[in-house]
């Protein structure tokens, strides 16, 4: 019944910017880490950014000082600020969620949503 519905995926130039976001809707309880993963055609799916409930947050070394992943647990969003974008950069991102759906759980479940497309090129 969980849903994660990314949005904000576009083309972009280089050097340019662009704010990702995903919403977590369904039977939610409670969210724990929420974090953004990249995919590029024929290539293995990598994590981009993660962030806890407390607001910690971790960084692939590639995205460091560029991207800035933030949520608002009102909201049961999480967003990825990218900035001078690049490249290699480009892939479908996709958003991930630990969440207890029920009380009865002992420990929350991965959710994926759907991705979305991130071109950056002239």
């Known amino acids: 019944q969980v849903q994660l519905v990314e949005s904000g995926g576009g083309l972009v130039q280089p050097g340019g910017s662009l704010r990702l976001s995903c919403a977590a809707s369904?039977?939610?309880?409670?969210?724990?880490?929420m974090g953004w993963y990249r995919q590029a055609p024929g290539k293995q799916r990598e994590l981009v950014a993660t962030?806890?409930?407390?607001?910690?947050?971790n960084y692939a070394d590639s995205v460091k000082g560029r991207f800035t992943i933030s949520r608002d647990n009102a909201k049961n969003t999480v967003y990825l600020q990218m900035n001078s974008l690049k490249p290699e950069d480009t892939a479908v991102y996709y958003c991930?969620?630990?969440?207890?759906?029920?009380?009865?759980?002992?420990?929350?479940?991965?959710?994926w949503g759907r991705g979305t497309q991130v071109t950056v090129s002239t």
């Open positions: 962030i806890t409930s407390g607001g910690s947050r």
């Open positions: 991930k969620a630990d969440i207890l759906t029920t009380v009865q759980q002992r420990m929350p479940g991965y959710y």
């Open positions: 369904g039977s939610i309880f409670s969210i724990y880490a």
